[in-house]
């Protein structure tokens, strides 16, 4: 999002300024791991200034982090009327709306993203692979493979056993084989 915390800008900054600097902390705080820390610090910058993006941006990322997609939708779609020009909210946004199923419009925020960044690897790499329908197709046709090779193995395993004289007893719930006479 934006530059480093330096310090507090005290009490007589201004309130926009003051939001900057929770802003920055926060956003270095989600970087260490320090989830609490960063949702504290990035609520206290948007009480101070409700159009901070970066802010705001930050609360749906780590709605996002939780699994709270409905959450970081409402969080980051916020962060898009703010900065309708960012292609890091349309990829977070993408994230969001993937997580919660929505792989249609999770296809279209990572479009969004690439046209404002056409560099934007991420959104790249996860619009091409959650593509409205592509995975859904993918994922029958990995099904119908295993399908056809399970019938095949399954035709293979008897034919195979009975050349061999072998045979497979259920007893008690347990299965063992065992040779037969040819």
Same mark, same amino acid.
């Given at each position: 999002?934006?530059?480093? !915390?330096?310090?507090?800008?005290?009490?007589?900054?201004?309130?926009?300024?003051? #939001?900057?600097?929770?802003?920055?902390?926060?956003?270095?705080?989600?970087?260490?791991?320090? &989830?609490?820390?960063?949702?504290?610090? +990035?609520?206290?910058?948007?009480?101070?200034?409700?159009?901070?993006?970066?802010?705001?941006?930050?609360?749906?990322?780590?709605?996002?982090?939780?699994?709270? +997609?409905?959450?970081?939708?409402?969080?980051?779609?916020?962060?898009?009327?703010?900065?309708?020009?960012?292609?890091?909210? +349309? &990829?977070?946004?993408?994230?969001?709306?993937?997580? !919660?199923?929505?792989?249609?419009?999770?296809?279209?925020?990572?479009?969004?993203?690439?046209?404002?960044?056409?560099?934007? #690897?991420? !959104?790249?790499?996860?619009?091409? /692979? /959650?593509?409205?329908?592509?995975?859904?197709?993918?994922? !029958?046709?990995?099904?119908?493979?295993?399908?056809?090779?399970?019938?095949?193995?399954?035709?293979?395993?008897?034919?195979?056993?009975?050349?061999?004289?072998?045979?497979?007893?259920? &007893?008690?719930?347990?299965?063992?084989?065992?040779? +037969?006479?040819?």
């Amino acid at each position: 999002y934006g530059g480093g !915390a330096t310090g507090d800008p005290g009490d007589g900054a201004a309130p926009d300024k003051k #939001a900057e600097f929770y802003s920055n902390l926060g956003q270095q705080q989600l970087s260490s791991g320090d &989830t609490a820390g960063a949702a504290a610090s +990035f609520k206290k910058a948007s009480e101070l200034d409700a159009k901070n993006v970066n802010a705001v941006m930050g609360m749906g990322e780590i709605a996002l982090r939780q699994g709270l +997609f409905g959450d970081a939708i409402a969080h980051l779609r916020k962060a898009s009327r703010l900065s309708p020009r960012s292609s890091q909210v +349309f &990829t977070l946004l993408g994230d969001a709306y993937l997580g !919660a199923g929505q792989s249609s419009t999770a296809a279209d925020n990572y479009k969004k993203a690439l046209q404002l960044d056409p560099d934007n #690897a991420r !959104a790249r790499i996860r619009g091409m /692979h /959650h593509q409205p329908g592509i995975r859904a197709r993918q994922l !029958a046709e990995r099904r119908a493979d295993r399908a056809v090779a399970r019938r095949r193995d399954e035709r293979q395993g008897k034919l195979r056993a009975g050349r061999i004289g072998l045979k497979s007893v259920q &007893t008690g719930g347990r299965i063992r084989v065992e040779s +037969f006479g040819k």
